[in-house]
């Protein structure tokens, strides 16, 4: 059985603009986020752990085409590529996502584990790992710290919670959402790009992969309230600074006991 | 209008998410729980508490609260923002066909949602396109005030799931009992701070102050020097204190989205030229830390 490594190729966050009441991603770079890149090394060392094929997946728009970008996945220890790409897909909410996933690797069959991040570094809902398990009918678990190995039909693996650690058997098929500290993404090695062009990509049929299941509508994006700050500046010798920081202090109400 | 279901495993959160639900629809809150102590609770709060029992791990509750909603239909669901919080939320809004929407910042009585995307550069407004809503907040995005009548508790159905996860062991860790969402002077630090043992200097400046320690992400996840309760920014605690003082932080947004609420904000950084200095301070020291922070506790023993 293969395992199965799901990540989202979007925009970046530092180029985004909000105009006329609309995201411009025009002058973004697309690129996939850290934490699904740490969760592609975290089921590549499990799949290389358990002697198992690991399957890169990804739904998306017409910028899965890029070739740099199916490089860099296939050099991180994917050993093929299946994409879905529709533009329908493009800045998709939660739902959609993983509703179309879920046709694709029901495409791809031959699984019995898919790995998933903590959350895309767009949106962040941290939530299309989850839906794609229910939607599966599998077992589905979040914060995924440690992938320990697999015996027999077990995934033995351990969840970080707010009281701790928790020791987990997850039987298989299953779906896993690892934290971003599960471990360090990769920085791929020569060898590694070089044999990343030899790799296959397999394009699935997108008319057989519903693309349309919206579960939230965007009624207006804005940027982030700002508050004018007074950027006073203090200057001179650290003492010195310290007497016009308490001054200040004193000043705005703000002296311990002085409130 | 329809009520509100209140679901959070979290003791903390569950008083903030009644009193929101209860002030933008107007109807008493239904508190989903599988803690009898919270059921009871709830209802001396002025909600109505359904209690579960039958399961020992929270998640195995998604069906149980599932047929909860599909039997009484209320106008949506209010999460905390627990790991089985986001796990139970998105397993229920898969089965109702919609997007949960975490970490929102307020819902208005038409239920639109607002919440961060982009690291927080974008504020998304957002509606579920089904039935219900599912959203999920943080800590501190009410107020707390409890509903002037008494509620009840009713038990509810056990619906066996499907699928069983064994939990083999727990290794339980101290619970961090800060919350910077209440704190009124916070003293922040980022990477700026070059070694765990220096963080002794600023605990010290910290008591002289009466504040609470904060950090960024990178010194609670990855570096472990603080706990991760202790963090401020888009995944984890917007606070709202008089007096925030950061030091050795560059203000990248995913961090400074958690405190555009600070009343004054006091900078220590190297670099004047960062984000920190030039757009969210009122008070800039373009100076080394260790040069401040140290002239900074001797002034105030004074």
Redesign the interface.
Known sequence: MDILVCFKLSPD?KD?L?SNGA?NTDRAEWNVGEYDLVAVEAAAQLAAATGRKLIGVSVGGSQLANTRFRKNMLSRGCDSLSLVMNDALVQA????T?VALAAAVTEIGNYDLIVCGEGS???????TG??L???L???????ISALNGIEGSVLLAE?????????????LP?VVCVT??ICQSRIPKMKDILQAGRKPVKELDAAGIPCD???????????????Q???????GT??E???Q??A??AK?G?M??G? | MARIFVITDRRSEWKALVSGAYSISGEKPLVVTADKAIAQAAADFGADAALMSGAEVFWNYTDTIAALVEELQPAGCFFGTSPDCRLVSGRLAAKLGISAIPDAKSIDNTYAIEHLIYGGSVVQTSKSTGKQFVALFGPGQFEEAAIPEQGTVMNVDYVEPKWQIAVKEKKTKEISAVDLTAAKRIVAVGLGISKKEDLDMVRELAALLQAEMACTRPIAEGLDWMEPERYIGISANFVKPDLYISLGISGQVQHTVGITDSKVILSVNKDPDCAMMKQYSDYCVAEDLYKIVPALIERLKK
């Open positions: 966050s985004i909000v995201i909410d939660t739902h959609k993983a570094q767009d949106l962040y809902f941290r939530q989850i839906q398990g229910e939607l009918g599998l077992p589905v678990i979040n914060g969840r970080s919670t707010d009281s701790g650690i928790e020791v987990l058997e997850i039987p299953a971003s500290d299941a919206t579960g939230s509508e965007i009624i207006k994006v804005a940027l982030p309230k700002s508050v700050r007074k950027a006073v500046n203090f200057s650290p003492e600074i310290a007497d920081i308490v200040m202090l705005e703000l311990p006991g409130m």
